[in-house]
T-cell receptor, first 113, second 111 residues
Framework: GENVEQHPSTLSVQEGDSAVIKCTYS??????FPWYKQELGKRPQLIID?????GEKKDQRIAVTLNKTAKHFSLHITETQPEDSAVYFC????????????FGQGTELSVKP | NAGVTQTPKFQVLKTGQSMTLQCAQD?????MYWYRQDPGMGLRLIYYSASEGTTDKGEVPNGYNVSRLNKREFSLRLESAAPSQTSVYFC??????????FGPGTRLTVL
């Protein structure tokens, strides 16, 4: 089955710097890749997603890139702010096959003022 | 709209006890999911229901059972709780888009 590896497990940046989180997946049939943000004690919430027919997607300060050949995708956050501090999870799934997501282990991002 | 709701919020069980975690959604979504979250391991899928009347195993189904009671409700049952089932449990639902909407979670401790 699908396996998703996420790195790094923790990331500390200064406010205003960029942050990059990377994930690799194993199943070449996976074609949907969401990123979730989870604040302390809260539920995960979708922040951005990408499908395999697109190489990059951007939404204001966040962007996701996908390399299907290498089977990896990355989350980029620019101009980080303290409110970006949270745990970020990547996931992979096969679109329209029950929608089940396989998650990475998570990255705890800390943005220092 | 309440979105996805879960009960209870917290629960403490003794080894061997049973309990049912309840989940309901009011978004008319077809698909529902149960995940557990443990430190350093992300969210792992326990069971899911792609549509009313169907259920399937996820990554870690052992020790759990589920019931899709109707389109709104999807329950998770622990028949004989074990300390290894201490975790935070999240229910989620999905409609026609790919986005999964999560409930607030249930924090379960098994002593």
């Amino acid at each position: 089955g699908e396996n998703v590896e996420q790195h790094p497990s923790t990331l500390s940046v200064q406010e205003g710097d960029s942050a990059v989180i990377k994930c690799t997946y194993s199943d070449s049939a996976s074609n949907y890749f969401p990123w979730y943000k989870q604040e302390l004690g809260k539920r995960p919430q979708l922040i951005i997603d990408i499908r395999s027919n697109v190489g990059e997607k951007k939404d204001q300060r966040i962007a996701v890139t996908l390399n299907k050949t290498a089977k990896h995708f990355s989350l980029h956050i620019t101009e980080t702010q303290p409110e970006d501090s949270a745990v970020y999870f990547c996931a992979a799934s096969i679109y329209n096959q029950g929608g089940k997501l396989i998650f990475g282990q998570g990255t705890e991002l800390s943005v220092k003022p | 709209n309440a979105g996805v709701t879960q009960t209870p919020k917290f629960q403490v069980l003794k080894t061997g006890q049973s309990m049912t975690l309840q989940c309901a959604q009011d978004m008319n979504h077809n698909s529902m999911y149960w995940y557990r979250q443990d430190p350093g391991m992300g969210l792992r899928l326990i069971y899911y229901s792609a549509s009313e009347g169907t259920t399937d195993k996820g990554e870690v189904p052992n020790g759990y059972n589920v019931s899709r009671l109707n389109k709104r409700e999807f329950s998770l049952r622990l028949e004989s709780a074990a300390p290894s089932q201490t975790s935070v449990y999240f229910c989620a639902s999905k409609g026609d888009s790919n986005e999964q909407f999560f409930g607030p979670g249930t924090r379960l401790t098994v002593l």
